[in-house]
Structure formats: structure tokens, C-alpha cells
């Protein structure tokens, strides 16, 4: 695929949502931060309603430290893994009290030094919390990009190398989220609706499927 044909996608998808936002619900970097944590393997929509009953009760590190992992657990019970989930968040927020005086690192090495950070969830936060021109891939992500001819890659972080390299400059800070909700609601694994995306007759899949 040629600059050409990048720049003409993320232009339509662009225009489609200017401002793309996560889907999960935050209201600061602390909030976002834990609830990426809890999103591994995890629906947004489950993760929202948990954190819709965990946020005003405690939203930062010490008051969700306070509640311990056994109190944490009340919350977070519906969302798969949430016994190591409510380890790593409790541990997490105490590092964060501890030795980042309870604010959440801009940095990729600090943010992954936490405990449940890995790549992925940093570059979450450093993408939307920061605005930072991170590349967080997730399956979505992955798969949009090989399908399409985006940015081919046989593993997930040849695909966020090739993505931070190939996608226009102008539409880095945003990609993640244009090409995740791509993923989620048009290029769909088993049945992509080729037939109503807005980019088929720029994407690159061999076997098109109409609606």
C-alpha cells in the first residue's frame, strides 16, 4: 500500500469521526489508567460498569489502595481475570503513592515498571491520557491492519512499528481509535461489512464480503 492510500483512509475516517475517543469511561489519567488494566481480555462495556459502581467510591491510588484486594474484588468481580486484575491494580497503586507521589507517569519505561502494565496498556495511556503518538495494537488493530494492507505484520509489534512509521503524521495522534472502532464495528472478524465501509475500494483484502 502507497502513502497515497494511507493519507485518502485516514482522511475518510477522519472525516467520518474527527474526534475519536475510547470507549471506556474516565475523567482523569488515573481513572483511564486502571481501566485499561481491567480491559485485558474484557469487554469496554463490562469494564464501564464496573468502574461506574469502583469511581465514586475511589478513584485514586490511596483510596483504592484503602480498599484492599478482597475490597477491590466487590467491584471488579464481573470482569474476567479480576483476581490477578485487583493484585496488580492494588499493587499498582501502591507503587503509584510510593513513587510517583500518586500521579500517573507520562513515561513508556515508568508506566510498564507498574505492575498489569504491559506495552499495550501503556501506550493506551500515553496515546490518550498524553496525547503522545503512541500505538497501542490490540486484536482489532492487528487485524485491520494485515486485512487492509495498512501496515502488515506477524505480530503485534512489527504491526505497531510499521503503523508508528507508515501512518501520515497527521494522523498518528488518532489512528489508534479510528482503526480500533474500524475494527469493532466494520471490519469485523468473522463477517468485515465490506459492503457499507467507507474505505473498501481503498483496502487491499483479497476477499471482500458484501453486506
Known amino acids: 500500500m502507497n502513502r497515497e492510500k494511507r493519507h485518502a483512509i485516514f482522511s475518510r475516517l477522519r472525516e467520518q469521526n474527527p474526534e475519536p475517543k475510547t470507549e471506556l469511561n474516565y475523567s482523569s489519567p488515573f481513572e483511564l489508567l486502571i481501566a485499561v488494566i481491567l480491559s485485558a481480555q474484557a469487554t469496554d462495556v463490562g469494564v464501564n460498569k464496573a468502574t461506574a459502581k469502583l469511581y465514586p467510591v475511589a478513584n485514586t491510588p490511596e483510596d483504592i489502595y484503602a480498599l484492599g ?9 464481573t470482569i ?4 490477578s486484575k485487583a493484585e496488580n491494580v492494588i499493587k499498582t497503586c501502591k507503587a503509584l503513592v ?12 515508568a508506566l510498564e515498571a ?11 495511556v500515553l496515546n490518550t491520557a498524553f496525547r503522545q503518538p503512541a500505538m497501542a495494537v490490540d486484536t482489532h488493530i492487528f487485524r485491520v491492519s494485515n486485512r487492509t494492507g495498512i501496515a502488515p505484520g ?18 498518528l495522534l488518532d489512528a489508534h481509535h479510528w482503526l480500533i472502532l474500524h475494527g469493532r464495528y ?11 465501509c467507507i474505505i473498501e475500494d481503498l483496502c487491499e ?6 453486506d
Not at 69 to 77: A, C, N, S
Not at 98 to 109: A, F
Not at 186 to 196: D, E, H, M, N
Open 114 to 124: 507498574l505492575p498489569g502494565v504491559g506495552r499495550k496498556t501503556a501506550n493506551v
Open 98 to 109: 510510593e513513587q510517583h507521589n500518586s500521579q500517573v507517569p507520562d513515561t513508556r519505561e
Open 69 to 77: 484486594v478482597e475490597g477491590l474484588k466487590q467491584y471488579i468481580r
Open 186 to 196: 466494520t471490519c469485523k472478524a468473522r463477517k468485515p461489512q465490506c459492503g457499507s
Open 80 to 83: 474476567g481475570l479480576f483476581n
Open 154 to 171: 506477524k505480530n503485534v509489534l512489527a504491526v505497531e512499528k510499521r503503523l508508528v512509521r507508515l501512518v501520515p503524521k497527521e494522523f
Open 205 to 210: 483484502f483479497k476477499d471482500k464480503l458484501s
